[in-house]
């Protein structure tokens, strides 16, 4: 399955307040896996950078001032999300920015049911544990030494690691076909392949003692016990 891993960077937090987003950052991933397609952007946002924005990103209007605006840019993310469910940490936030951009460049919003909050999804599994990304990341052991100020790209990358693990972790099905998409690996793999049988069976593990205990409770419940009426 498709689906994109997706951050913003914004001005501020209220789109309704003239709040713009000043950074996109895709990461493209198939069953779980990054593909390794990225989508990346910066964006002028046509207004003033509050400093408490810029202490967060470290993104300057002077930096944004020959950038993209948004609706010249539009045609692009739209290709490359394409279809796909949109994976993102406290969905609503990024969601509220991106429908203002792009009912602002006269398109469709997107629906709220693209998304995928992960902030949800570790409030389900690690209830009331902090639950930021850099939590999450801390937790589940990924590397956070690169991310010195946020950004887009970077999160995202760090979401989809953060969304693995999320969704159960490395499956042995899955770590195959990360070692098979690696150059060098995974070759010759055929997928019909099984594991042979046993040469000989594993021994049973209960003892003995064990058994005949086994044999003596069942006895004493008589007609009461279900697999004597049923067996």
Not at 129 to 155: S, V
Not at 206 to 223: I, N
Request: net charge negative; with cysteine; hydrophobic share 40%.
């Amino acid at each position: 399955m498709r689906e994109i891993v997706l951050d913003t960077e914004t001005t501020g937090l209220e789109p309704e307040s003239g709040h713009r987003i000043v950074e996109i950052g895709c990461v493209e991933i198939e069953n779980l896996l990054p593909t390794g397609r990225t989508f990346h952007v910066y964006l002028n946002p046509e207004r003033d950078m509050p400093a408490e924005a810029e202490a967060v990103h470290g993104l300057s209007a002077d930096f944004l001032a020959d950038k993209p605006r948004f609706r010249e840019i539009v045609d692009d993310f739209l290709d490359f999300i394409g279809e796909a469910p949109l994976v993102i940490h406290n969905a609503a936030f990024d969601m509220r920015f991106l429908n203002a951009e792009l009912v602002r460049a006269g398109r469709e919003p997107l629906p709220p049911s693209r998304a995928v909050d992960t902030l949800a999804l570790a409030r389900t599994r690690f209830p009331g544990a902090n639950n930021t990304l850099d939590a999450l990341c801390t937790r589940f052991g990924i590397d956070l030494a690169a991310r010195e100020k946020h950004g887009a790209l970077l999160d995202s990358e760090l979401l989809a690691a953060v969304y693995l693990h999320l969704k159960g972790g490395l499956q042995p099905g899955l770590e195959l076909a990360a070692n098979a998409a690696l150059p060098g690996r995974g070759e010759g793999i055929d997928p019909e392949w099984t594991p042979p049988p046993r040469p000989r069976p594993l021994p049973p593990r209960l003892t003995e003692q064990e058994r005949r205990a086994h044999e003596d409770m069942v006895r004493s419940l008589g007609d009461k016990a279900l697999w004597r009426r049923f067996g």
